[in-house]
């Protein structure tokens, strides 16, 4: 049986998107050869790339507006390293908002690079909330932020408004509710949470941004040569780009951002206002900041911990337990999961209300 995945990431893609995918690896477009095995820069691959960028931007309503998306290789981390590459300038600085362990660590490899400003922390509270009340400096070069905090289950439900760029790792909340996505100056995610498969990271960058720094930057790292080289630069990963494809395919599908926002809305609705409900379980983020994606709580009495891991166990649930450094329970709910699933688990939060 297939099992109702509420992994973080790698995590949960649409059924039809599997059954797509696989059939390309054995065979791709009726060409007697798998996906896995023809070039990159065959005329069938290009066109999925073309395409697939075309559609991010659509999407995105983005098209026509000066941005480029591109499918690059390194994972999101790899980004944290091409953003300060990119637009930091020479004598310049940049601004960073830290709210989890990925904002830090995009923070860490800006440091290497020159100024760096922390305009607000959530850290001493264990980044249960997202910081509202600060000031981004005009003449930083740009402003970093990340949009949804997977591991610690916050989400920026507004943006700052501010003349200077913003750069925001949008990694587990890409295309799963309405964004005003002309305000960013830079939008990069990891595939692996709401995309698509790992190995390929999505990028959109407004053009007239690049070039700016006054440094040299290595080929690999400058956006300007990956748009230049249309995403192909060097090979692309074929197959994350292919799903990625596919799912952002299903998306338009089945309605688009705005559709999926409603999905998303009503799916995490039904889980927050059980565990506000069940007095056995409490949430660990701040109501007003809480994500829509990944739902992090806890049991108050952790003695009943076993009894629920072999429930939802039973249940056929799969990819539960929280991230290592919070403990407790995650139960993320990306785009492609059913409310169907989610049900599931708030009927087996029920059980054990009833069993203990
Ligand atoms: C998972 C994640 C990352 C790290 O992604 P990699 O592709 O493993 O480098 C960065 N930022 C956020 C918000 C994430 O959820």
């Not at 559709?259 to 069940?278: C, G, S, T, V």
């Not at 629920?308 to 166990?313: A, E, G, H, P, V």
């Not at 407790?328 to 599931?344: D, L, T």
Request: proline share 3%; glycine share 8%; aromatic share 10%.
């Amino acid at each position: 049986m297939k099992k109702h995945n509420f992994s973080a990431g790698p995590s949960i893609l649409p059924q039809e998107v599997f059954e797509k995918a696989s059939q390309a690896v054995l065979e791709f477009n009726n060409s007697g050869l798998s996906l896995l095995e023809i070039s990159h820069r065959s005329k069938d691959f290009v066109a999925v790339m073309e395409e697939a960028r075309a559609l991010v931007l659509e999407l995105m309503g983005l098209t026509g507006k000066g941005y480029q998306a591109l499918f690059l290789s390194g994972g999101a981390s790899m980004e944290f390293v091409r953003v300060p590459y990119n637009f930091m300038t020479k004598s310049g600085k940049a601004a960073y908002l830290d709210t989890g362990t990925w904002a830090a660590a995009a923070l860490k490899e800006a440091r290497e690079f020159g100024d760096t400003i922390v305009v607000a922390s959530s850290k001493s509270d264990n980044y249960n909330y997202i910081p509202k009340e600060y000031t981004i400096p005009a003449d930083a070069d740009y402003f970093h932020c990340t949009s949804n905090n997977t591991i610690f289950g916050t989400q920026m439900h507004s943006f700052p408004a501010t003349e200077v760029p913003i750069v925001c790792d949008m990694s587990s909340d890409i295309f799963s509710r309405k964004v005003d996505f002309s305000k960013f100056g830079m939008i990069y995610a990891g595939a692996q949470k709401n995309m698509g498969p790992a190995g390929t990271t999505l990028v959109v960058v407004k053009e007239e941004l690049l070039g700016k720094t006054g440094r040299h930057i290595p080929s690999i790292l400058d956006y300007k040569q990956h748009i230049d080289k249309e995403s192909m630069y060097n090979t692309p990963s074929v197959f994350a780009v292919y799903t990625s494809y596919l799912t952002l395919q299903w998306l338009k599908n089945n309605g688009g951002i705005e559709a999926m926002e409603k999905k998303n809305d009503a799916k995490a609705e039904l889980l927050y206002a059980e565990i506000d409900r069940n007095p056995l379980f409490v949430g660990t983020a701040k109501t007003e900041d809480r994500s829509k994606m990944n739902i992090t709580f806890l049991l108050n009495d952790a003695s009943h911990n076993e009894q629920f891991d072999k429930l939802w166990k039973a249940a056929g649930i799969s990819g539960l337990a929280g991230h290592r450094s919070v403990g407790g329970y995650r139960a993320s709910i990306y785009n492609a999961m059913p409310i169907e699933s989610v049900q599931v688990l708030v009927d087996v939060m029920r059980e054990l209300e009833k069993k203990v």
